[in-house]
């Protein structure tokens, strides 16, 4: 399943907030459902466990434990027919502090198909085989090549890989005294073919394992004539020649190559999320330094401009870690009520300064959601933007993760 940005960035947090559950013991029940699993069978191992847990010798863990294990058979008997996908459940009694803890149940069908069944118990949840599925599949090779080095990296989803890094032994263009023109010439030619047909090996060896399906083909980058005399000596396995997809000129053939290849070949890579944060990251930039520039970045600022319609673009990172938050005074005859941004649920929310009461919060809603709500009222277009790239990182280190482009230009609050 290919994930919006939007079902993307809310997965993520519900794998944070997962993350951050700790039991105290291996109380934590990870359970890994695959459509064609019998439920039978599901029930009769975790009856098996239940018997085990009795040998527990901690009879705090003991009771945690027995007590996730007959709360998910419970959960499971309630499944008449395993979705599609699976069924992923996660159960145990959880760490709250002051030396309590809670029983906390989630039970969701994953994005892509479970294909094994597990059962985990361990002191935190299990969740990589849902973080695999997380990650952007889409995979290319990337080759950045002259007479002298070689780099070869690839590009999965969002992030550059350096894989490996090769010298030659190729000599320069001047004989060194004693040989005629023609031998050192010749020479200099089995070096060259030597040198591109290691890196054939090296890139063969490094790009055929991968998973074909996701592979998305070969990009080469390098002077003329090396790139053309490496792609036309098909020195690459037969099916990875065929995945070539492009030949580029680049000035680098060290690891910064790799990037500078990725640069070079933005038309290809257009509807990869990569290239788009980078190009609507570079907008805004733009705009930011123009005289008359449509750019805005701040929390307040940018909610000022959504709320009078004036938002293009909505940009927000990916790693922003907040929530909107209504606080209401708990006097009755008090009507002190405010929005507040939170950067912690446990955030304390203070007194009142009207009547000096006690504050509670009636609505809490994560800030992306809170601010996606906004744009969609008044048309914009969101962007969540990944801060694998150096753009993307800018967006949250330097202008706190919330950013837009303009429609037209507004006064500064």
């Known amino acids: ?13 519900m794998l944070d907030n997962l993350r951050s559950k700790v039991g105290r013991g291996t ?25 085990q847990a009795a040998n527990i010798k901690s009879r705090v863990t003991r009771l945690n434990v027995q007590s996730a294990l007959d709360s998910a058979m419970s959960r499971v008997r309630l499944i008449n027919k395993v979705p599609e996908n699976g069924v992923v459940i996660f159960i145990g009694s959880i760490d709250i502090g002051s030396n309590k803890t809670d029983m906390y149940t989630l039970a969701l069908e994953p994005p892509d198909p479970i294909t094994t069944y597990k059962y985990h118990c361990d002191s935190s ?11 952007d599949k889409k995979t290319f090779g990337l080759i950045v090549l002259d007479r002298r080095e070689a780099t070869i990296g690839l590009l999965k989803g969002k992030q550059i890989v350096p894989m490996k890094h090769m010298t030659s032994t190729v000599p320069g263009k001047q004989r060194k005294g004693g040989q005629s023109s023609h031998r050192f010439q010749q020479l200099r030619l089995i070096a060259i073919h030597d040198f591109y047909k290691r890196i054939g090996d090296s890139a063969t060896e490094a790009f055929l394992p991968i998973d074909q399906k996701d ?19 098909e020195f690459l ?25 990725v640069e070079a070949a933005q038309d290809r890579l257009i509807d990869l999320e990569l290239t788009q944060d980078k190009l609507v990251m570079r907008r805004f930039l733009r705009e930011l330094v123009s005289d008359n520039g449509l750019a805005a970045y701040g929390e307040k600022e940018v909610r000022h401009n959504l709320e009078l319609g004036s938002v293009d673009t909505l940009l927000l990172s990916e790693d922003l870690r907040k929530t909107r938050a209504k606080i209401v005074c708990t006097n009755k005859s008090c009507d002190f009520a405010e929005n507040q941004t939170r950067t912690s649920s446990s955030q304390p929310v203070g007194n009142c300064f009207k009547c000096g009461s006690s504050l509670s919060i009636t609505d809490e809603e994560d800030i992306v959601s809170d601010l996606s709500k906004l744009a969609d009222a008044s048309g914009s277009a969101v962007k969540i933007i990944s801060t694998d790239s150096e753009e993307g990182a800018q967006l949250y280190q330097a202008f ?14």
């Open 1 to 13: 399943m290919e994930f919006t940005a939007q079902e993307k960035y809310e997965f993520k947090r």
């Open 27 to 51: 109380e934590l029940i990870s359970l890994y459902i695959p459509h064609d699993k019998q439920i039978s069978d599901v029930m009769a191992q975790l009856r098996e466990e239940n018997g």
């Open 125 to 135: 949840f299990l969740l990589a085989p849902l973080e695999e599925m997380l990650a």
């Open 215 to 233: 592979f998305e083909g070969i990009i080469i980058g390098g002077p003329s004539p090396t790139k053309e005399e490496f792609v036309e000596g």
């Open 237 to 261: 396995h037969h099916e990875l020649q065929k995945k070539i997809l492009d030949a580029l000129d680049i000035s680098y053939t060290d690891e910064s190559g790799l990037h500078e290849l």
């Open 400 to 413: 706190g993760g919330i950013a837009a482009i303009l429609r037209y230009k507004t006064s500064h609050l």
